[in-house]
């Protein structure tokens, strides 16, 4: 399979660079189009490339047949990782792939279908989106160009349309201009209220949406060959939880889930799989200990401002970036309890 290979460099700093991938048609028409549409690029040349060696494929882990995770780095983004933070990845039926979630940035994502055309050449039907978090979302753009519909909550759309300006600076923020180029945020073509079944050819994908728990738009991806089970943000394992929606919503809503069978889960950040219902310990003991402390702040009279920096400061055990996270996790909990 031959994409378009695009050089760009950056309008107010034309020293700096880099290489883009645009899947589809090796045309000069597309790379002009592409960087019409993104005016902070000057395009300096492009060439016709085979994805899987113009660039290099990210690292995957097959966890069962035909199902490739990446593991994402227990960071927060930078210029050195270019937003690769969360476990992202592909499954491959007969006649389809399905994406499930994206990545960080564009580069990101062009590395995943990199390593996707290193194993097979058959179309990209989907990519799935299990909430809306910029580290999941942001390389949908490259996918939707390689055909693919995107498929989410049915809340995903506003929720995106609510923080896109937000991601967006953040991103040119977080890891430089260069990265963050291509990074646009789209939005579903699709969207699940409920349940949906997605055919990939002889292998079938459930798609469940879910009430508010890590966000308000959390969506799980079953694998039915495997059992393998993509839970998103609904589980954590060493990188620290994030609360951006509700911590009793979350604890239900992981109670709930425990009673259904699965052979393996791939969680939002943390190894490629764990264990279920073990995997999940770890998520819920965090958060249960959260609202546990929390309630018990409120019950002695504390206010936000004296009782965030305490909470769950025993809790932090092995979890990675917990300073980052626990206090704002702290902030959201005690909101959502103080009126309970």
């Known amino acids: ?76 983004p930078s210029p050195e990782n270019a937003g690769d933070e969360a476990n992202i990845g592909f499954v491959i039926g007969r006649d389809a792939v399905a994406v499930i979630d994206a990545g960080g940035s564009r580069g990101v994502a062009e590395a995943l279908y990199a390593a996707i055309r290193a194993r097979t050449e058959l179309p990209i039907g989907w990519v799935i989106l299990t909430h809306m978090h910029p580290d999941h979302v942001i390389g949908a753009a490259l996918f939707r160009e390689a055909g693919a519909k995107v498929v989410g909550h049915a809340r995903l759309p506003d929720a995106l349309l609510n923080r896109s300006e937000t991601y967006s600076e953040a991103l040119v ?104 219902p073990e995997g999940a310990a770890a998520t819920r003991d965090y958060l249960a200990g959260l609202v546990g402390e929390t309630r018990a702040a409120l019950a002695r009279g504390e206010s936000l401002t004296e009782a965030a920096p305490r909470i769950g400061q025993d809790l932090r055990g092995d979890w990675v970036l917990f300073d980052e996270f626990n206090t704002r996790n702290a902030t959201a909990v005690y909101r959502e309890l103080e009126w309970e």
């Open 1 to 76: 399979m031959i994409d378009l290979l695009l050089e760009l460099c950056l309008r107010d700093m034309p020293e700096t660079c880099a290489r883009h991938l645009l899947p589809g048609a090796c045309v000069e028409a597309r790379a002009r189009a592409w960087a019409a549409a993104h005016p902070a690029a000057v395009p300096r040349g492009w060439s016709c490339a085979d994805p899987a060696t113009a660039v290099a494929p990210l690292a995957v882990t097959e966890v069962a047949p035909g199902v490739f995770v990446h593991r994402g780095r227990d960071e927060m």
């Open 173 to 276: 923020r977080q890891i430089g201009p260069l990265a963050a180029l291509g990074g646009d945020i789209v939005l579903p073509d699709e969207t699940v209220a409920d349940r949906r079944e997605i055919d990939l050819g002889g292998r079938v994908l459930l798609l469940e949406a879910h009430p508010t728990a890590h966000t308000d738009n959390d969506l799980t991806v079953l694998d039915t060959d495997t059992g393998t089970w993509w839970m998103g943000d609904l589980v954590f394992q060493h990188h620290a939880p994030s609360v951006d929606g509700s911590a009793l919503g979350w604890i239900a809503l992981l109670d709930a889930l425990a009673a259904r069978p699965a052979a393996r889960i791939v969680p939002g950040h943390g190894a490629p799989s764990l264990p279920w």
